[in-house]
């Protein structure tokens, strides 16, 4: 299987191009992604930690999904197929709140630098599927929850996470 690819674009979140995920985390290079956020009808957060085998920030938790559109696709089309994949829960195209842009450097040599469009899904607390390649579990929050445990333990969400919280929690009350 050919490995995937992502939209490379400028800080105006123009395409540039494509080049394939990993040679993308290995360079540095500015591309798309999404990160989407899940509350329930509670005001929970979905919490997932990722896969303890995943190339960067195995093991940590971050918000329900993120992810990178594939060329051809929008960053909402990307997102309800990744929620599939990743959680096996169906989602409406999802509302984006804003956009960011950041960088950072992983103790394994790998990059992100991404330009990420952060979304909101509403849901019902429901049953997961878990792709086990993708996900070690998940877990419904609240965010107060989720403030106490980042003041303690800031070294157990991933890097983008820890950016956007306070940003989010505002915008979504």
Do not use: A, P, Y
């Given at each position: 299987m050919a490995e995937p690819l992502v939209i490379l674009v400028d800080e105006h979140d123009r395409p540039?191009?494509?080049?394939?995920k990993m040679e993308a985390h290995e360079k540095g290079v500015l591309h798309r992604a999404f990160?989407?956020?899940?509350?329930?009808?509670?005001?929970?957060?979905?919490?997932?930690q990722r896969a303890?085998?995943?190339y960067h920030s195995p093991g940590?938790?971050?918000n329900a999904c993120c992810s990178h559109p594939a060329p051809g696709e929008t960053v909402q089309e990307a997102a309800v197929r990744r929620m599939q994949e990743e959680l096996g829960i169906a989602i409406e195209a999802p509302e984006t709140l804003f956009t960011f842009q950041y960088q950072v450097e992983f103790n394994n040599g790998l990059f992100e630098h991404e330009l990420d469009h952060v979304l909101l899904c509403r849901l019902p607390a429901q049953e997961f599927n878990l792709n086990e390649e993708e996900v070690a579990s998940v877990n419904w929050l609240s965010s107060t929850a989720i403030a106490e445990q980042l003041e303690q333990h800031p070294e157990?969400?991933?890097?983008?996470?820890?950016?956007?919280?306070?940003?989010?929690?505002?915008l979504i009350g």
């Open positions: 540039t191009g494509t080049m394939g990160s989407v956020f899940v509350i329930n009808n509670q005001g929970e957060w979905l919490m997932q303890f085998s995943k940590l938790w971050t157990h969400f991933t890097h983008w996470f820890r950016l956007v919280f306070d940003r989010v929690r505002e």
